[in-house]
C-alpha cells in the first residue's frame, strides 16, 4: 500500500490592486456578466469571463430552467461559446465572480465539479495552463494558476495512477 497526497497551491489577494493591469478588465466582464444571468429560481448571479489570446473577452452567465438540471453554469455557458465561436484559440484566462440576491456573498466562489471537468478539457487540448481568477463581491481574489489543479483527480480515459 502506498498513501498518496495531493496538495493544491492559490493565491489569495485582499484586493483586486494588486493584480496585474491585463487582467483587471476581465474581472470587470465577469462581474459585468452577473448582470444578464437567468437565475429566477436561485437568486445566485453568477458571471464567467474567458479572455482570449485574441485579446476577445467572451462573457457568460448561469442560464436556469424550471426543469433545474437543464440549466447551465456560468463557466459552461462561457467555455462553450467560447469553443463553438473560436475553436482553436488559445484561451490566456478565466474569471468568475458570483453574488446572491439574498445575502451577501463573502468569499470567492470556485467552479462546481462538471465546470471544472468542461473547463479542463480546454486546458488539455490547448497544452498550456489557464490560470482562473475568482473574485467576491468586496473585491478580495483567489488565484488558481491552472484548472488542473481545480481538479487533481479529472477524469481521464486513460486512467490516473
Ligand atoms: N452555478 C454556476 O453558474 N456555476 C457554478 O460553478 C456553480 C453554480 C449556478 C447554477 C445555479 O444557477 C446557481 O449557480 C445556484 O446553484
Known amino acids: 500500500m502506498e498513501y498518496l497526497k495531493i496538495s493544491c497551491e492559490f493565491e489569495r489577494h485582499e484586493t483586486r490592486a494588486s493584480l496585474d493591469a491585463e487582467i483587471q ?8 456578466a452577473t448582470n444578464s444571468a437567468y437565475a429566477p429560481y436561485s437568486s445566485f448571479h453568477v458571471g464567467a469571463a474567458v479572455l482570449l489570446e485574441t485579446g476577445i473577452i467572451i462573457q457568460g452567465n448561469n442560464q436556469e430552467n424550471a426543469a433545474f438540471p437543464s440549466g447551465l453554469c456560468a463557466e459552461r455557458v462561457a467555455i462553450f ?4 465561436n473560436y475553436p482553436g484559440v488559445r484561451i490566456i484566462a478565466i474569471a468568475l465572480t458570483a453574488r446572491s440576491l439574498n445575502y451577501t456573498q463573502g468569499e470567492p466562489v470556485t467552479p462546481c465539479g462538471g465546470c471544472r471537468q468542461s473547463l479542463l478539457e480546454y486546458e488539455l487540448n490547448q497544452q498550456s495552463d489557464i490560470p482562473i481568477y475568482m473574485i467576491s463581491p468586496s473585491g478580495a481574489v483567489v488565484v488558481s494558476k491552472s484548472i488542473k489543479q481545480l481538479l487533481p483527480l479529472y477524469f481521464e480515459h486513460s486512467g490516473k495512477f
Open 81 to 84: 461559446y467560447a469553443g463553438a
Open 25 to 32: 478588465p476581465l474581472l470587470d466582464a465577469c462581474i459585468e
